[in-house]
Structures are given as C-alpha cells and as structure tokens.
C-alpha cells in the first residue's frame, strides 16, 4: 500500500459518517441507534457522525424488515450514498424479517434488494454492538475503497 | 513585490497558518459542545480525518445539475477568505494595507455567504432552496449590525484603513463596535441559536443537501477558515498594537481561541430560533444598538470629544 492510500484507508476508517433509513421498523432499533449519540455511548469519539443527508453519509444504518412503501426510499438513498460504501442492517428484521415474516406488506429481508455488508442481530440489539457493527462497517469500506482503487488504477 | 503581504497571504494569518487553525477551531467548538453535553467528543485531529476521507469519495456525474459551478462556489469562498485573512491588520507596527482596505474586507467576508446562498439555489433541491432563502434572509439581517459596528469603530478612529482601527481604543465607541461585531458572529458561522440557515435534520443539511465528496469537503474547510476569520478580526481590534511580533502571534491565536470557547459555550447552551425570531432579534435590538453607538460616536467626533 502506498502512503496516499495507507492515510486514505486510515481517514476511512476513523471518520465513518452514517445515515439512518427506517423501512418499516417498530422504532425499537431506531431509538437504541440514536442511544449511541447519547452521552452513554458518545460515538463521536470514534469519529462517527449522523448525517442529515445521505449524499454526505458512507455507511447507512437500516432498520426494519423493508415494507413496500419503504422499498423505493431505501433503494433511493442507497443509490445517493457515493463510493465507497457500505450497509449495516440493524436488528433481527433486517436479517430475516423477524416476527413481521410472511406479512402481505412486507417484502424484504433488506438483502434481497442491496448488498448489506453487516448484520447486527437482536431484537433490538443493544447499542454496544451497533456501535461495534458500524465500527466494523467502517473497515469493510476502508478495505474496500483501497481494492477498487487498486483495480481502477490502470484504467487511468 | 510586497514581501510582507505575502508572508501574510501564505504564512500568517495565511495558508499555512490558517488551515489548521481553522481544523484546530471546528475541533474546539465540537469537543466543548460535547463537553457541555457530558460526552468525551470528537478526536483532535477528526475535521484533518474527516477532510481526507471526503477527497477520496467517488462522486458520479449527475443529470440536471451544473456540477462545476457546485464545485465552484467553495473554491471561491476559501480564495476570498484567504484573501480576507491576509489584509487582517496583524502586526500593525509594521502593516502594509491601503486607505480602504476595511470596505475590501467587508466585501471579502460576504462572498462565503453569497456562494452559500447560490450553491442552495444552484442545487435544484428544494431543502437547499429553502436553506439559501434562510441565509440570505438572516444575512441581511446581521450584515446590517456588522457594517454598523464596523463604521462604528471606523469613526472613533476617524479612518477606514485597518491598521488604524486595530488595538484597543479609549473610545467606547470602540468597544461598542466590537461587541456588535461578536453578536454577529453566531448568524455568520450559522451557530445556534442563529442556526436556521444550516439547520440539521430540520431542512436536512439546508444549501449542501445534494454536495458530497470532495466539494463537501471544500465547504467544511471554508467553514473552518471563517472561524478564524471571524475571531481574528475581533482579535485584531482588541489585541494591543505595540506587541513584539513574538508575543503577537500566540496572543493572537490565544484571544481567538478564547472567542472560539465563548461562542461554542453559547450554542451548546441554547436552542435554535425560528428564523423570524432570529432577524427580529438583529433588527429590533442589535441594530438599534449600533445606530445609537454611531450616532454618539459621530457627535463625538464633531465636537471633539
């Protein structure tokens, strides 16, 4: 790894900006996410920061099992987030819909549309182990941004 | 060539002296919000980290939108700060500067706003739209407070050159100046409570909605460079101007500073107003202020007091 990359991956890894989509979640993930903002938790002190837009965001933090009305919204912010990225999928609804399977309303789980790259499980799960799942979101995406790069560069 | 003017445009209060002056200070403002809140806070060196990592974000070309001119409006906004810092009137003893140079200044510091206000417009978003209605609508506002206050200190001294009007000053008219200059402060840096223009979650991120990547990180550093703009010239005001140039220096950034944890304190420690409370507040108190300062300051003069 060269030096410009070397400070590059590490930037990525210590400043990971998240931006929260509910698709249809009870709210029971969404107030444990906003509990690591809390002076509890304090994620800022690992650089994490909500972000308002998702244009702003690199890794997106959703919550539920993606109802049909939500669907377009989160297919819409993903697509907003710039490269490189990554996915958190917070709960148990993510992974598998949870209690809310085999509702007519509900189409996920949320990797049959988007590639979601970690998986943080309970119901909800407790704040400790989202902080430690965006944390480790942060690091695919750093490992991720130094590997299309390499790809990328004789392109140029 | 000016050498002096080009140790001040690159060296201090320049480029290399302003950049991570400016880091230093959006760091400062986070870790005393969050310490107000009982948090720990952000690292030192996060608005560094934060910079590098949003030049490295890929950001795709988008329909309907003029991409260049988005890029331009922060590009232009941190060459007129950098331009502003350089005519500060530091080291006054031995200043260069011109008969003027304060209008240059007023000028310099409008166009971060002006960009601001555009790039909302130019977005094409409508939360970016409303953002840029708030800050035009505020700036007018405060402007008026700080050209007042300005003008102010500019008739006690009975010049508009910049060196001139630094250093601390007899004149209460002076002092009167420099308190209208700090209540303007807050609107310009979009601190709460005059917050609405930025206004987070509320109108999403107001005119920078739809920037990302590395043009995002432009703004970020212009904001950090307005920081210092703006504390540095009510430093300038204050600071003594018969200082060793040694012992100028760290003072100037110490009193900066010391503006920077006042004004940080302030936002921590109140709520956003609406956008009606907060022009009412600059029309109806602040600006009342200013004009009776500068009406007593023009009687003043006239009658040599």
Redesign the interface.
């Given at each position: 790894m060269s030096l410009l990359q070397d400070?590059?991956h590490?930037?990525?890894v210590?400043?990971p900006?998240i931006f929260h989509i509910n698709s249809g979640s009870c709210n029971g993930c969404d107030i444990e996410l906003i509990t690591c903002l809390s002076?509890r938790y304090?994620v800022?002190?690992l650089?994490i920061h909500l972000?308002?837009?998702p244009?702003?965001a690199?890794i997106l933090c959703i919550t539920g099992p993606v109802t049909r009305n939500t669907l377009e919204a989160v297919m819409n912010a993903y697509a907003q987030v710039?490269?490189?990225k990554a996915v958190v999928a917070i709960g148990s609804c993510g992974a598998t819909c949870n209690v809310f399977a085999g509702s007519p309303s509900v189409v996920g789980p949320l990797n049959k549309y988007i590639p979601v790259d970690v998986y943080v499980p309970g119901c909800p799960p407790h704040p400790d182990a989202i902080i430690d799942g965006i944390f480790q979101a942060a690091q695919i995406l750093a490992d991720r941004?130094v590997r299309e790069e390499a790809k990328g560069q004789p392109q140029k | 060539m000016n050498f002096a003017g080009l140790i001040r445009l690159f060296l201090f209060p320049g480029l290399l002296f302003a950049i991570p002056a400016g880091w230093f200070f959006v760091w400062a403002e986070h870790k005393v919000v969050a310490r107000i809140q009982r948090r720990i806070g952000p690292p030192l060196l996060q608005p560094f980290w934060d910079f590098v990592k949003l030049l490295g974000k890929r950001t795709p070309a988008r329909r309907g939108i003029d991409a260049n001119l988005l890029r331009l409006y922060p590009v232009l906004s941190i060459g007129s700060l950098i331009a502003a810092l350089a005519l500060l009137p530091v080291f006054p003893a031995n200043a260069g500067g011109f008969s003027g140079d304060c209008i240059l200044l007023v000028g310099l510091m409008e166009v971060p706003s002006v960009c601001y206000i555009l790039a909302g417009f130019t977005s094409g978003s409508i939360y970016g739209e409303i953002g840029a209605i708030r800050e035009a609508l505020l700036s007018v506002a405060s402007n008026v407070v700080m050209l007042i206050s300005l003008v102010t200190i500019a008739v006690t001294a009975k010049s508009f050159h910049l060196t001139d009007l630094a250093g601390p000053s007899l004149n209460p008219g002076h002092w009167v100046g420099v308190l209208g200059l700090l209540l303007c402060i807050p609107a310009k840096l979009r601190l709460n409570p005059f917050s609405t223009a930025g206004a987070e979650q509320e109108i999403y991120a107001g005119s920078l909605t739809e920037y990302a990547g590395a043009a995002l990180g432009l703004w970020e550093l212009a904001h950090a460079l307005e920081w210092l703009l703006l504390t540095g010239l009510v430093a300038t005001l204050v600071l003594p101007t018969t200082l060793a140039w040694w012992i100028y220096a760290p003072a100037f950034f110490v009193v900066s500073f010391v503006e920077v944890l006042l004004l940080s304190a302030v936002a921590a420690g109140t709520a956003r107003l609406t956008l009606e409370r907060s022009i009412n507040f600059y029309w109806r108190w602040a600006a009342v202020l200013a004009c009776m300062a500068i009406i007593s300051s023009a009687v003043m003069m006239r009658f040599h007091l």
């Open positions: 400070l590059l590490k930037a990525r210590k400043s900006r002076p304090d800022e002190q650089g972000e308002a837009s244009r702003h690199d710039c490269e490189p941004g | -």
